[in-house]
């Protein structure tokens, strides 16, 4: 779809140019569009299906779940609608470690996973369940290695992200799956930053588990998914919310059939779009790089190198798709002097994240970047730009524009 069009533009802040799809994504018009109906019109609770008006918001309810299944390659009695990523994480570290046939207490974590995976591993100590932490290289890859030596038959549960929210870098899932497997152990894929911009076939790439957020990939926010087996192996989950007995018990309390139906929305467009979509973000992203990199000396990219992704779209793989080793509409980099907070307090025109962490609360630095190589000052001068479906060309030449002249006045500050 092309950004600038009448009818699926989401102008927010006419002012601010938004280049932080990591955080968020606006919802997208025709999603909204798909909505609204569910929420006042079929408004019904889906699980009063004593009357025709629940039994209509029940089917609808259920042909989202489906859709959304189908574009996972999963079962769809497997899929389990959450409030969102972090609560499903949390129902698949908790409900797999803590399920009592569960004879497996340890877990192996990724050290650059979301602040999400890496509390409630720490949290899961109070269960005595063990945590071993595997390290990345310098483009933050998971050091297959050392996870093939972590990984034993004390495993419950492997933990890694299929896309990093900072470094937009991806993981080379088929190799972590077989690691995982071989041991016994199920693998759980935080797919947060990948729903969308990647293709995620939870049978094909023997995911266990899949987290994800709608309002990643253009949904609304508080709705989310967990796909727990996708059919190759039995996963079981010990609940962590208990009530009323809906989704099998495993998740209980009334299901919200418009969020339900925006997810399974967001989803599909991602899908249809996403060829096109990958390409003309690789254009922006790499106009956007080359615009700020020629007029600021000294810019290091953070993560996998940009011109990765450039071959391989020509090359692509056996099936016609592109392989990525990041996020096409990720640029992470540090700058030679500034720091990142200050960049963005002398650039109020443009939305963008510094390399501290995801808590705007935590001063410290991003411990992504810490774990990839980066010294404490390399991270504090590192920032991430995120690209999404309703940036332009224009957005990218205006943001550049007003970046390089930030930093102008910032240089000259500092001489």
């Known amino acids: ?36 109906p569910w929420l006042t019109e079929n408004f019904a609770n889906p699980h009063s299906d004593s009357h025709s008006m629940g039994r209509i918001a029940g089917d609808g309810l259920h042909a989202a779940v489906q859709e959304i299944a189908t574009t996972l390659n999963g079962p769809a009695e497997n899929l389990l609608i959450t409030s969102g990523a972090t609560e499903s994480i949390n129902l698949a570290m908790r409900g797999v470690m803590t399920h009592p046939r569960n004879r497996r207490k340890k877990m192996v974590v990724a050290s650059t996973e979301h602040p999400a995976v890496l509390d409630v591993a720490a949290d899961l100590k109070r269960d005595a369940i ?32 299929l896309a990093n929210n900072e470094t937009g870098t991806i993981a080379p899932i088929a190799e972590v799956a077989r690691i995982t497997h071989d041991a016994g152990a199920l693998l759980h894929c935080d797919a947060t930053q990948a729903m969308g911009p990647l293709a995620v076939d ?27 087996g996708n059919g190759n192996r039995r996963v079981r989950l010990r609940p962590q ?20 139906v925006a997810m399974a929305s967001a989803l599909t467009l991602a899908t249809q779009e996403r060829e096109d979509e990958t390409a003309r973000l690789l254009k922006l992203r790499d106009r956007f790089w080359n615009l700020l990199s020629s007029a600021i000396e000294g810019l290091q990219i953070n993560g996998p190198r940009l011109e ?54 935590d001063p410290t630095p991003s411990h992504v970047l810490l774990a990839i190589g980066l010294s404490e000052s390399e991270s504090r001068r590192s920032v991430r730009f995120g690209l999404g479906r309703f940036t332009t060309e224009a957005d990218i030449d205006e943001a550049a524009r007003q970046l390089i002249a930030s930093h102008q006045r910032l240089s000259q500050i500092g001489d």
């Open 130 to 161: 063990e945590t071993v932490w595997v390290g990345t290289d310098h483009c933050g890859l998971i050091d297959l290695d050392a996870l093939a030596g972590a990984v034993d038959e004390q495993t419950g549960l492997v933990n890694v992200m």
């Open 308 to 361: 990765l992704n450039q071959h391989e779209l020509s090359s692509g793989d056996q099936t016609g798709q592109p392989h990525l080793f990041r996020l096409a509409g990720n640029l992470n980099f540090r700058l030679p002097r500034v720091e990142g907070e200050t960049w963005m307090a002398a650039t109020p025109g443009v939305a963008f994240s510094s390399g501290s962490a995801c808590s705007s609360a």
């Open 241 to 260: 919310i208990i009530g009323g007995g809906q989704q099998r018990g495993l998740r209980s309390g009334t299901m919200n059939p418009a969020g339900v």
């Open 1 to 36: 779809m092309t950004s600038n069009s009448d009818d699926s533009s989401n102008a927010g802040a006419e002012s601010v140019i938004y280049l932080d799809h990591h955080a968020t994504t606006p919802c997208d018009r025709r999603v909204v569009a798909e909505m609204l």
């Open 202 to 228: 939870a049978k094909a790439m023997d995911i266990d588990l899949v987290s994800a957020s709608a309002h990643k990939f253009y949904g609304p926010k508080g709705i989310g998914f967990l796909l727990a």
